[in-house]
Every structure is written in C-alpha cells, then in structure tokens.
C-alpha cells in the first residue's frame, strides 16, 4: 500500500474493478443478523486462466447447510485454481472474528507496520488524532522536504479508514496537501500515527442482533475551507447498530447560508443510501419501510419537506431538489 507510482512515469490510467469496502461491510452485516457461515476461497488466477465469451452469473445456494457449502467449493474447484482458505478470518488486511454477538472487524497488524515504518512504536500516544480549531489549511511555515514519504504515509493511513472511521476528517484535510504539504502537515501526520498508537486494534463491531433496517445521519461544516470557503459534507450509515458506510467530502460550490450547506449534503447522502437499498436487494433483504435520514438543520428539514421553498432556492444545485 501506499504512495509509490507516479503519474506519467509508472502508470497512466487505469481501472482494476473490486468490491467497495461498503459492500463488505453491508455483506457482512447481514451475515452476522441471518447467522451465515461465511468462508473465504483464493482465485490463483484473477483472470480465471482465459477469456469469458459470454457473461456469467452465478447464485449463491440458499440456506445455511455446511454440507452444502463444501459441496459448492469442490466444484468451484474443478472449475478454477482456487485455493480454500475456510471461515473468514483476514481479508485484504483485515482482520475478522466472529462471536455469538457478531463480527468484528480490525487491521492492527497493518496499524502496528505503519507505527514501525513511521518510526514511531516507542512515542507516547496521543489522545486526538488533531487538535481542536487547528488551522491547517491557513498554516504558514516551512515546506517539508520529502515529499514521497508524506504522500507514502497518507496513503497508507486511507486504506485504515475501512476500520476506523474516526480517521475520516484529519485525512480529508491532510489529504489536500499532496502536492506540496508543509513541515506542519507532517507533524500533524505524525501525531495522527501517536493517535494510531493508542488504540492500533480499534476496529468496527457488526451486530448480530440488529434490525436490518437503515438509518443514515449527515451533516456538514458551513464554510468548512478557509481557502474556498467551501462547506464540508459528512455521512454515516447504520444497518441496524451497525456502521456501514461513512465519508467526509468538500461540496463542489459554495454556500452562502448553513441551510444551504446542509441541503446539498443531504442530497449527496441520499445517492448514497439509494445505491444501499439496491444493494441490499441483492443480497435478499427487503426495505419495505422508509429509510430515515436524519439532519440536524431545521431549515434544510423545511426546505426538502415543504416544495413552496423549491422556488427560492433554484440558486442551489438542481439535482440537490432529489431529497
């Protein structure tokens, strides 16, 4: 993992098709509500030894019979070069265990090797992974120096993000100085793997007594960006007390009012819950009820509730009317 390629020189564009970490997430979340025995099979091959003239869709069998899933993995087997590896318990770097009350999901061996690569395994931890009204993206200072290791760094801490949704708003805003980040950014990094050191098995906790029902909670930071001024746009996803998907994003215009900041990130959650709905669907959970979209902002609720506002607020994005 990390920051090791450069444009133009080691890769151009390209596109690897893989499985949002959501939809493990959610996977998972269900397995852990509807009792699912949940193995793991390695494909040698990720291009299964040749080309598919057609397309293929395969259906998981029903039921939870062991029987019935040995019988599957030897003929996966005769098919292709795979590899059974058993009960899910380390999958991309994450580690998996399953007790009575569900799954557990963390990467302390991956959090512990960014400790020791940073240098940084003796330090005394940090309590917060920032520090209260930091002043980051205004923070004049020297520029730091190395500018691969920064970028090594950040990447490395993005992938943790599947566990640790914590991580999410430091490296959002760290992540805006890729190109040229400044002595203070690296110390901030640096104090971000001290935070990292606390509690490197820190992890999410999918509940096997859940309701499969989603709720989503979303908010934003009006004018979040001193340099563009621009609002922040946050979501969490639950399935049932579960958390399954989560993201900190800048919003591509500027707001002149938070109610306006709150809409458009409220816009922006409902995309995201929409594609949640198909996708449980596909993993034969229905949805029957409405999903609940919770916002603090009492003039956004008017707003997206009451269409006699639509009128007075054409100046916001179009799309963001879909709530």
Request: charged content about 20%; proline content about 5%; overall charge positive.
């Amino acid at each position: 993992m990390g920051y090791h390629q450069k444009e133009g020189i080691d890769f151009k564009e390209t596109f690897a098709l893989v499985a949002k970490m959501t939809t493990v997430h959610s996977l998972l979340g269900v397995a852990a509500v509807k009792n699912w025995e949940v193995h793991q099979m390695d494909v040698h091959n990720a291009f299964l030894h040749g080309d598919l003239d057609e397309e293929v869709y395969m259906k998981l069998p029903p039921g939870n019979d062991l029987h019935a899933i040995n019988e599957f993995k030897l003929q996966l087997n005769k098919c292709f070069h795979m590899k059974d590896l058993g009960k899910l318990k380390y999958f991309l770097g994450i580690e998996v265990s399953r007790g009575p009350d569900g799954f557990c999901l963390s990467q302390r061996k991956y959090a512990l090797d960014i400790i020791t690569k940073a240098g940084l395994l003796g330090a005394k931890p940090s309590p917060v992974p920032i520090e209260q009204n930091h002043k980051l993206a205004s923070v004049k200072g020297p520029t730091f120096d190395n500018l691969a290791r920064y970028r090594r760094l950040l990447g490395r801490f993005i992938y943790l993000t599947i566990t640790q949704p914590d991580l999410s708003y430091i490296l959002h805003i760290l992540s805006h100085f890729m190109k040229a980040p400044l002595v203070a950014h690296w110390e901030a990094a640096l104090r971000l793997v001290r935070y990292l050191k606390g509690s490197p098995a820190q992890g999410i906790f999918l509940c096997s007594y859940s309701a499969l029902h989603i709720s989503v909670y979303c908010d934003s930071n009006y004018n979040g960006c001193p340099l563009t001024r621009r609002s922040l746009s946050a979501y969490i996803v639950y399935l049932g007390d579960s958390p399954i998907s989560w993201k900190t994003k800048k919003q591509k215009t500027v707001s002149s009012s938070s109610a306006e900041a709150e809409y458009p990130a409220m816009a922006y959650t409902l995309k995201k819950v929409k594609w949640l709905k198909s996708l449980m669907r596909t993993l034969g959970v229905d949805h029957p009820h409405p999903i609940n979209l919770h916002c603090d902002s009492e003039a956004a609720i008017y707003i997206a509730a009451n269409p006699v506002f639509h009128e007075r607020t054409k100046h916001i994005e179009s799309d963001c009317h879909q709530v």
